[in-house]
């Protein structure tokens, strides 16, 4: 199976959200609407959670209460679950988060209008942000795919996933809720990295 690196990461499941960008904040929440903070995102300095959401209607259902990530991203870009795909009537290829090419449309709703959103809807295959120094320690680079297994169960695994290292990251590996088996998402998880 290869060597397990005994240093252990938290894992953190995530929930539907979307980053908007500062036009369609506009759009969906009027000219001169200022977001609320709610708390700060873990693990991940500089990004937050705000008090507003966005309700997203897709071919065949809606969900309501969609978080808002901020601060504003470039261009807009909704991360969902399989399962959320399912109940917005959605097909949605598993790819890395970014990677949003011939996605399918869904429109997003907010207080002040809508917007269909042609391209920017994803769901994100499981990644692992790092903090430069546990990168250092684990011997990876920036953009390098790496497995991951359970740390109470090391025959539960992860292949091929992402590695991101930012100086604003802790380190925590990201999975979305729905995306993979209940013992990745139980509180208080974490994964270690096998070198192979």
Sequence with gaps: MGTLLHQSIPVEAQTP???LSERHGRLLFGETHAFSFLRPRPYLDGQFVYREDVRVAGPSGMLAHVTIIGPAWEETQLELSLGDA????????????????????????????AIDLTQGVLIPLPHLHLSPNDAEDFHVQNG?????????????????????????????FHVMLGSAPGAWLSPGVHIQLVHT
């Excluded at 097909?91 to 709703?109: A, H, N």
């Excluded at 109470?152 to 380190?171: A, G, M």
Aim: glycine content about 6%; some cysteine.
């Design 17 to 19: 959200h979307v980053h």
């Design 144 to 172: 390098q795919r790496v497995r991951v297994c359970l740390a109470h169960d090391p025959r539960e695994t992860f292949d091929n996933v992402l590695v991101r290292i930012h100086p604003s990251y802790q380190s925590v």
């Design 86 to 113: 399912r109940v917005l009537g959605l097909e949605i290829p598993d790819r890395d988060s970014g990677d949003t090419r011939k996605s399918p449309s869904v429109r997003l709703q907010g207080p002040a209008g």
